[in-house]
């Protein structure tokens, strides 16, 4: 397939450092919050990459990180009274329940920060011994200027980067351009025993040291939003490159996604348009999203609006309303003497899968690919409103070109279920409980409200029975 | 055409907003130096895009400034002790020899920006009234904080921005990111008066003055390295959307040709591999190096290596001596009942042309459009070989396939000549000199020496007679 590659800015064949297989790293969430929308389109995304070269036949090791150290971490610690460790597990489980919903396959491997300190170490070490960084009171960053070609992601000339930047007093660094590989101690902060002294890793090192350890020093695909070019990718390849010393890119393949707009502009606090993936999940089905998120280039900018939110909607309704209604018919409509033709039928099925095909190869042209899925949907639904009865070929076709599309483009997905619990648990507890409360075990019926509650699952008493739903932050 | 926009990162078809018209600004040179051989590389590849752009109807209306007034220009003069609009005008004087040297037209406009204060100072009253900048003691900033998509074109969030940079004590701006639209005047520097006191442009302003008032608040194609992405040409978007107030993008597509690598690392005057373009043509022919600008896709980084320049300047030769070989076998192997058949010949020329068509008009792809261009070397060659005697007809279709190749990529082009002097007139000055220091009229043989010098003609006298060639700073 054809991948537009960063680094060259040009799509390029991709070939795989290892016949056969794919080294893929996609930088994860900080998991100081439900992540935002804006971060749910690279996990789908790259989601439906990984899915795509598996089809292809490639073994792909896809790991994707938990950054559970940093400023925001020990901020939002600190605000809500509990242990950086504790803030991290609950929003790497809410992590879990949101890329579940949104039909977002769990990483290969998914490492976290805190548990690869000796790994950040061993890494930063090298980097100092290449003669790449320097130890600063108990601090140690990155020398930029010892590394030509900083700047190459980016394509930013080193003198621009620098007009705007300083020392301010009182900074350890050398340079303004210099970053943080390791930060000493301060007080009230996590911190672990380094060659430097106690201390915690910097911004960008935990990503090179992780990839390094499950990927190796070279590796096929490097993914991300495209605003994590600069610095993040930047500096994770000075890094890395910097660390290995072999004098190969740490990348061949940088590869970025557009943003999401809000109404037309870019998704902020200060413009008061910043929402949680959780939350749109409220307004939204989850499976629209994500369709949503597919309807586009994944290179493109991207606009969330309500109207392109129920278009996607109907999408999404529309292929199931299609999936079903030919499950009904295969029971009831099935005759083998009907004068359909099949093989026409059979042809136009594969000259929508070749279209299909060309379309994913062509950089991962979702937004064609779901207009070829869609192909099949009227396909299906005409021979079905045109004929009475269908022959169990048809049937067997129909279905695996749908499980072959819907395994690819991960949906509809398992819709709606945000929880680690699947429904039947939820719905025989809820029974439970409405039966506690009946016999006026409300000691039992509070029991499983608030365990429920700890799941992430809020319920509702109405008239008509006890309704469950998501809860928000 | 298709054209890649970075606005969008995607290849687009190319729309201009008025029919037939196309409205191009592209950024120009800094006159304080002989302009650097990364910088030959846009000026080249634009001049192609202008030229096709030509080619396919449009009445293209180019602008490219000169940047007169900056601290480069202050610096650069004091350091010369001559006044600033002098180095300006020696500079701009040396832009135009190497760039006819280069095949690079003249622009339909060249402003200076000494030459729109009036208009600069329009613009930024504009984006005062509309409320995106503010005037502090003398100076003017931009307010990047009121404009929400800071970041669209860099692909950058405004925090992520921030994180790096810093208000210095001292400064005048509210906010880091703030960046001048006027200086106000300090002592030793030219100035101008305005509203806000006596002072000078800042850095981005007068490309947004420039264009708009030579091309029109909105406008087609944006050009430049793909170094200025930012800050330059998300600050001018800002500014020209701001004073424009109309809600319509500054430019529809921004269009940026990729790093020059210098022997694989980026070319900087820390590494030492800085070189201008007039050094590079005393080493390889000014043709070879066009040539090896358009071998690459223009969004590519390309590596300039002794051994590429001399793979080009193979390329520029092959393509003369066929050219050659054809001009001069119509003088003598004319022969219309030759059995060539000329109408494979003239099928192939057309499928051709075709193919370079269609290369062309995706994204621009240079390179592979050269590849056609040698399919005609190679299909002309091979006729002159095999065939003592051709038809009229061949040698008509072959030169006006070779004008018009040759008249789109703008090769070989007037190759050798840096000079606004033609070679004749340098000619004739030799022979008169050469005649009066034969009549011992030294007065006017020293005259002539100084006349050629100082339109950049350095005279070596050898025994075999007076050779001339470019001077080198």
Same mark, same amino acid.
């Given at each position: 397939?054809?991948?537009?590659?960063?680094?060259?800015?040009?799509?390029?064949?991709?070939?795989?450092?290892?016949?056969?297989?794919?080294?893929?790293?996609?930088?994860?969430?900080?998991?100081?919050?439900?992540?935002?929308?804006?971060?749910?389109?690279?996990?789908?995304?790259?989601?439906?990459?990984?899915?795509?070269?598996?089809?292809?036949?490639?073994?792909?090791?896809?790991?994707?990180?938990?950054?559970?150290?940093?400023?925001?971490?020990?901020?939002?610690?600190?605000?809500?009274?509990?242990?950086?460790?504790?803030?991290?597990?609950?929003?790497?489980?809410?992590?879990?329940?949101?890329?579940?919903?949104?039909?977002?396959?769990?990483?290969?491997?998914?490492?976290?920060?805190?548990?690869?300190?000796?790994?950040?170490?061993?890494?930063?070490?090298?980097?100092?011994?290449?003669?790449?960084?320097?130890?600063?009171?108990?601090?140690?960053?990155?020398?930029?200027?010892?590394?030509?070609?900083?700047?190459?992601?980016?394509?930013?000339?080193?003198?621009?980067?620098?007009?705007?930047?300083?020392?301010?007093?009182?900074?350890?660094?050398?340079?303004?351009?210099?970053?943080?590989?390791?930060?000493?101690?301060?007080?009230?902060?996590?911190?672990?025993?380094?060659?430097?002294?106690?201390?915690?890793?910097?911004?960008?090192?935990?990503?090179?040291?992780?990839?390094?350890?499950?990927?190796?020093?070279?590796?096929?695909?490097?993914?991300?939003?495209?605003?994590?070019?600069?610095?993040?990718?930047?500096?994770?390849?000075?890094?890395?490159?910097?660390?290995?010393?072999?004098?190969?890119?740490?990348?061949?393949?940088?590869?970025?996604?557009?943003?999401?707009?809000?109404?037309?502009?870019?998704?902020?606090?200060?413009?008061?348009?910043?929402?949680?993936?959780?939350?749109?999940?409220?307004?939204?089905?989850?499976?629209?999203?994500? #369709? @949503?998120? %597919? &309807?586009?280039?994944?290179?493109?900018?991207? $606009?969330?609006?309500?109207?392109?939110?129920? =278009?996607?909607? !109907?999408?999404?309704?529309?292929?199931?309303?299609?999936?079903?209604?030919?499950?009904?018919?295969?029971?009831?409509?099935?005759?083998?003497?009907?004068?359909?033709?099949?093989?026409?039928?059979?042809?136009?099925?594969?000259?929508?899968?070749?279209?299909?095909?060309?379309?994913?190869?062509?950089?991962?042209?979702?937004?064609?690919?779901?207009?070829?899925?869609?192909?099949?949907?009227?396909?299906?639904?005409?021979?079905?409103?045109?004929?009475?009865?269908?022959?169990?070929? #048809? @049937?067997? %076709? &129909?279905?695996?070109?749908?499980?072959?599309? $819907?395994?690819?483009?991960?949906?509809?997905? =398992?819709?709606? !279920?945000?929880?680690?619990?699947?429904?039947?648990?939820?719905?025989?507890?809820?029974?439970?409980?409405?039966?506690?409360?009946?016999?006026?075990?409300?000691?039992?019926?509070?029991?499983?409200?608030?365990?429920?509650?700890?799941?992430?699952?809020?319920?509702?008493?109405?008239?008509?029975?006890?309704?469950?739903?998501?809860?928000?932050?």
């Amino acid at each position: 397939m054809e991948l537009f590659n960063d680094l060259t800015r040009r799509k390029e064949l991709f070939t795989p450092i290892k016949e056969g297989e794919v080294t893929f790293y996609s930088c994860g969430p900080t998991v100081y919050d439900f992540f935002h929308i804006g971060n749910s389109r690279p996990f789908i995304v790259f989601d439906v990459l990984r899915r795509w070269l598996e089809y292809l036949g490639y073994k792909v090791t896809f790991v994707q990180n938990f950054t559970d150290i940093d400023d925001k971490m020990i901020k939002r610690a600190n605000e809500e009274g509990i242990t950086v460790k504790e803030l991290a597990e609950k929003f790497i489980a809410e992590y879990y329940r949101d890329a579940k919903a949104l039909g977002i396959r769990p990483p290969t491997v998914a490492p976290k920060a805190t548990e690869h300190i000796n790994e950040i170490i061993d890494t930063i070490s090298k980097i100092i011994k290449n003669g790449h960084a320097y130890v600063s009171e108990g601090d140690v960053y990155f020398d930029v200027k010892s590394w030509p070609n900083y700047g190459s992601l980016c394509k930013q000339n080193l003198d621009d980067l620098e007009a705007g930047a300083r020392v301010e007093p009182g900074e350890k660094k050398k340079d303004p351009l210099d970053f943080a590989l390791w930060k000493a101690k301060k007080s009230g902060e996590p911190f672990w025993q380094s060659p430097w002294g106690e201390g915690r890793p910097g911004w960008h090192i935990e990503c090179s040291a992780m990839s390094s350890k499950y990927l190796g020093e070279n590796i096929d695909i490097h993914s991300g939003g495209v605003d994590l070019i600069f610095p993040h990718h930047e500096n994770e390849a000075a890094q890395s490159e910097a660390a290995s010393g072999n004098n190969k890119p740490f990348v061949n393949y940088w590869v970025h996604n557009g943003f999401l707009l809000i109404d037309n502009k870019k998704m902020s606090k200060s413009e008061g348009n910043f929402t949680t993936a959780r939350a749109a999940m409220q307004k939204y089905p989850p499976m629209a999203i994500r #369709f @949503f998120m %597919l &309807s586009a280039h994944y290179r493109s900018p991207i $606009n969330f609006t309500p109207e392109a939110l129920e =278009q996607a909607a !109907n999408g999404v309704a529309r292929l199931k309303n299609c999936i079903d209604d030919l499950n009904f018919a295969s029971k009831s409509r099935v005759d083998n003497n009907s004068d359909f033709d099949i093989q026409i039928f059979e042809k136009e099925l594969t000259d929508l899968k070749a279209k299909f095909t060309d379309a994913m190869n062509d950089d991962l042209n979702t937004a064609a690919a779901i207009g070829d899925l869609f192909g099949v949907v009227h396909l299906v639904n005409s021979s079905l409103k045109d004929n009475a009865a269908l022959p169990e070929k #048809f @049937f067997e %076709l &129909s279905k695996s070109a749908f499980d072959f599309y $819907n395994d690819i483009l991960g949906l509809p997905g =398992q819709d709606e !279920n945000l929880s680690e619990l699947d429904e039947n648990e939820i719905e025989n507890l809820i029974t439970e409980r409405t039966n506690a409360r009946k016999a006026k075990n409300f000691k039992r019926s509070d029991e499983i409200r608030d365990f429920l509650k700890s799941k992430g699952i809020t319920l509702e008493d109405t008239p008509q029975g006890t309704k469950w739903k998501l809860s928000v932050n």
